[in-house]
């Protein structure tokens, strides 16, 4: 039997670790050389698979691979772009398997969130669908931890690290000069539909009434009134209020606190602003002088401050993938599985894709307090594991020595071009 | 002869490394036992001293003291309130008298910016002009590197590395799915009148032509035609365009691209805004999507990534500062001195204060490359070893474990209250 070789592509916003995720895919694939051929990396994810523009993993050193672990954003090129329905898109398909089929690629690894899983689920049905066997699995990545079935997603703990650690550091400073100057700290952070960033924000609180004083999550619709009341009590209180706004904060009729007004290649609206907007209500409302950050790109590319359980899922889910895939397994997603008992624990499982794809886990309303503003000893018991242990990335000249990789091109077999 | 008391104040907005200046007094004092007596810190910098709000230091064990090396913000409560000249506030000049005579004080160390340089300079003549005997020592602060004679102020390289890193960070994330999504990323950072920080952003390169491909500076008049034409050949040549841009970035005519409308006790201006400003620019006029982050306070609290060099020279200015007021100095600042040779080396002078207060020190026109968006190679070679070294904090729960202080008050010893 010949062995088949293997694609593996990045989808979606990458983060902190996903390349943890790649390099454990590569190594993996390294080691089972007797079932799995070469690695193909898509260049810009799926579009190198549509486009026939094929990375050569081969022609990475394995010192570079390994230092994929330490690497944030996406070494092959990330994409934004959704696979249509068969029905709506036959082309796109056939394109794929004539790709496939001319680099006899039988493994698709699949690394990204929701919208990506529905990807990969399609990708597994080509051998029903369309006649080409191939195995698919999807690894898990998204910081937006709104993944069903696995406990939490590789790529948020370290944004939840950083989000964590930067309200910290920000809340001391406003702390230490409030008595003169700003009374009301605003930091914006990511979570479309999902609150669990901004929860973590709450992790750097030490003891009951340390900042952050308000966290805002899209799940709990804004309430200006009840809001305004609680900056205005915190100030009274402790002379300066820290707050931790999603960027997904919405009324109760769903409309965003701060709508950019273009929408990305998925549909989604892009976000931005609820930040300056809280900041200018305060300051109307009440008379406080405000500062606000918008953390944006930084959080989620912030390796050097990155979860070590988070870069250690990563690896594993990357490995697993392959695992699977060399175990024969087909539209399926490795799954963290969080352990029973006080201490935490985590293994790895599989998770059928059909109940992956197009899912979105919110945050739990008992995960939520009371006042919608804070988080319960339930949310903090979720979180905390997820944040613990750093994992520095070596330096030079001062600042991280991120690796850079060859990605070059394999030969194109196909006379034709597609545009994608 | 009686050993005398020293008063420490903190001034104006705070780092991640004035703590550790903090740390260099309070050592360095508790080792002079024979001629300084106790410590006392000004509660909120020298609005402490107005109200007879003095925190007794020697009630701070040495643990916490040795902590406060690597906690970031004011420790004792930093303020932005600037002393009148003594004939239009004689008052509270007296009023300081009246305080540091009631606590035996007779040494005033002073840890903060140009404008607190001069405060200082005004209380190390008050034995000329008021007959009551202080040395007055001011410790350099400032994230905005602006003093003149130090080579550089403790605040800003670890401000710095943070926007280096950073930078590089955000690249990697825009330069992995520049195909698709986002084109043009723009990072704002501190810096009204002095581009030193935007400046560090250039940090990030590795090699010409690496991001960010474009910095504006405070000192280089914003020229939009000329921005907007740099902007799209960046795009047009390598996909995409990351912009560090000074919040004090402006106009020929010393219009600020953005400013909020308020100003602070100083007088300045509050600016914030001009990356959102950019990126409409950007939106309306090239068509290009666009990503924008604020760093604000998190910039210059972010101790979890200081510079090893820049903690080093905060402590040693701390304890220099002691050791020239035991000499009996009084009136100077301890300036960091730039070794001459490649190899960087650096040590401690004194500086009159008298050429220190209300200079702004911007950055050389030969730092900046010949276009205005870059730096030079001169330029470079100044910054560079300023960021140079890791200096991470302790963690506890995944989040650093930053000292907090008991911060007791002296028993007041005058029956007056003074508004200040």
Not at 36 to 64: K, T
Request: hydrophobic share 40%; net charge negative; charged share 20%.
């Amino acid at each position: 039997m010949s062995k088949k070789n293997a694609f593996y592509a990045q989808s979606g916003g990458v983060t902190a670790v996903i390349n943890a995720s790649a390099c454990g895919v590569i190594e993996a694939a390294r080691e089972n050389q007797d079932q799995i051929g070469n690695v193909y990396a898509g260049h810009n994810g799926i579009l190198g698979a549509l486009r026939e523009e094929l990375i050569d993993v081969s022609l990475e050193s394995a010192e570079a691979i390994a230092a994929l672990r330490h690497t944030p954003s996406g070494a092959f090129g990330s994409c934004r772009y959704k696979l249509k329905s068969l029905e709506d898109n036959r082309a796109e398909y056939e394109r794929l398997i004539e790709v496939f089929k001319a680099h006899d690629i039988g493994y698709f690894f699949y690394n990204g969130g929701g919208d990506s899983a529905d990807t990969c689920l399609k990708i597994s049905q080509l051998s029903e669908t369309m006649g080409y066997p191939i195995q698919a699995i999807h690894i898990p990545k998204t910081v937006d931890n709104d993944l069903p079935l696995t406990d939490n997603c590789p790529g948020f703990g370290s944004v939840a690290k950083y989000v964590a650690v930067s309200t910290k550091e920000a809340a001391m400073d406003v702390a230490s000069m409030c008595a003169t100057s700003t009374k009301v700290f605003i930091l914006e952070v990511m979570g479309r539909h999902a609150g669990w960033i901004a929860a973590a924000g709450a992790l750097a609180q030490e003891q009951e009434g340390d900042a952050p004083h308000i966290i805002l999550f899209p799940e709990i619709a804004f309430d200006k009134e009840k809001f305004l009341a609680k900056v205005q009590k915190t100030v009274d209180e402790k002379g300066y209020c820290v707050i931790v706004a999603s960027e997904g904060a919405q009324y109760p009729d769903g409309t965003f606190l701060a709508d950019a007004g273009s929408t990305d290649a998925f549909g989604h609206k892009q976000l931005g602003g609820v930040a300056p907007t809280l900041a200018n209500m305060v300051k109307s409302e009440l008379g406080l002088k405000y500062h606000w950050a918008l953390a944006d790109y930084l959080q989620r590319a912030a390796r050097h401050i990155a979860s070590a359980t988070d870069v250690e899922q990563a690896y594993a889910v990357g490995r697993a993938a392959v695992e699977m895939a060399v175990a024969g397994k087909n539209a399926i997603m490795p799954a963290i599985i969080r352990g029973e008992g006080s201490e935490y624990s985590w293994s790895i499982a599989e998770a059928p894709l059909s109940e992956v794809a197009n899912v979105e886990k919110f945050m739990p309303r008992d995960y939520i307090s009371e006042d919608g503003f804070g988080i319960t000893e339930a949310g903090r018991a979720y979180l905390l594991p997820l944040i613990q242990g750093e994992d520095y990335p070596p330096y030079k000249n001062g600042v991280p020595r991120y690796t850079t990789l060859k990605k070059q091109l394999v030969k194109k077999k196909l006379g034709t071009d597609f545009e994608a």
